[in-house]
C-alpha cells in the first residue's frame, strides 16, 4: 500500500521560508509525475507545482518565483517544495501527490501558516 508522507509545515513570519518534504513508502512504482496542491479553509484544492520523471516542472501562477519543486532522483519517490517569500495567503494545509499511470495517492497533508 503506497503511504506518503509530508513535513515541514509550520508557523512562519510574512517573508519567510518552509520546506515541505513527501517521501513516499511501501510501493516500488516510480511515480510518472509527483506535486504538492494546497487547500485554504473554505476554498478548494489548488495545484501548487509538479514534476514529472522526467523532471518537468510546472507551477500555478500564484507561486512562480517564489515556491521550487524539486524531486530527489536517488530516491526517486521524494519531492520537495521550497517556499520563500511566503504571504499569508499562502496560508493551507499542503497535500503530496503521487501519480503511476491511472492511479493516483495523496498524502495526510502538512499546514503551513503564515502569520505575524
Known amino acids: 500500500q503506497v503511504q506518503l508522507v509530508e513535513s515541514g509545515g509550520g508557523l512562519v513570519q510574512p517573508g519567510g521560508s518552509l520546506r515541505l518534504s513527501c517521501a513516499a513508502s511501501?510501493?516500488?512504482?516510480?511515480?510518472?509525475?509527483m506535486g504538492w496542491y494546497r487547500q485554504a479553509p473554505g476554498k478548494q484544492r489548488e495545484m501548487v507545482a509538479t514534476?514529472?520523471?522526467?523532471?518537468?516542472?510546472?507551477y500555478a501562477d500564484f507561486v512562480k518565483g517564489r515556491f521550487t519543486i524539486s524531486r530527489d532522483n536517488a530516491k526517486k519517490n521524494a519531492v520537495y517544495l521550497q517556499m520563500n517569500s511566503l504571504k499569508p495567503e499562502d496560508t493551507a494545509v499542503y497535500y503530496c501527490?503521487?501519480?503511476?499511470?491511472?492511479?493516483?495517492?495523496w498524502g495526510q497533508g502538512t499546514l503551513v501558516t503564515v502569520s505575524s
Open positions: 501527490n503521487a501519480r503511476w499511470r491511472t492511479l493516483e495517492f
Open positions: 511501501g510501493s516500488s512504482l516510480s511515480f510518472n509525475a
Open positions: 514534476v514529472t520523471s522526467g523532471g518537468s516542472t510546472n
